[in-house]
């Protein structure tokens, strides 16, 4: 016997919007008093003459603080976004001051990636400018294959 269903196009569009709603609810870091947030590093990945070229957004983080490794293929961008902590006491009426809202994130964020070849590191160079990391990664040469007559 074959089990028939009605199709109620509200209930589904519904079900989506709910969906859409609390998708990834428990997932995210949510903000809340006396926590802090650690931003995602979102990287664009180009090709280009012979090389990778990467631009990484680290908005907030200083040249100093942001440490490169690449290993073959794979490459691994770490950064540490330090919260300059500044209190003011005494303020007017004598009272300090508090933060009523804050969404600036601070922490430490780290980002890995594997390019499909492996990188010549000797030849990588590495840019930061107004908060954007451009890397020029270029691409190892590829062993020549060399073939085996057979005697």
Known sequence: MVNVTRFDPRADA??????DLF??????PMYSEGREQV????????????????HAE???????DIQLTVDGAQVTLAAEI??????????Q?????????????????SRSFT???EIDDAGAQARFNDGVLELTLPKKAAAQRKQISIQ
């Open 115 to 117: 390019l499909p070849q």
């Open 58 to 64: 680290l908005p907030g983080v200083r040249k100093e």
């Open 14 to 19: 519904l079900g989506n919007l709910v969906d």
């Open 93 to 109: 009426n004598g009272q300090g001051e508090r933060v009523l809202h804050s969404e600036r994130m601070y922490g430490k964020v």
């Open 39 to 54: 931003a995602q590093v979102k990287v664009d990945v180009t090709e280009r003459d012979g090389a990778y070229v990467v």
């Open 82 to 91: 330090k919260r300059e902590k500044e209190t003011k006491e005494g303020g």
């Open 23 to 28: 998708k990834g609810f428990l997932v995210r």
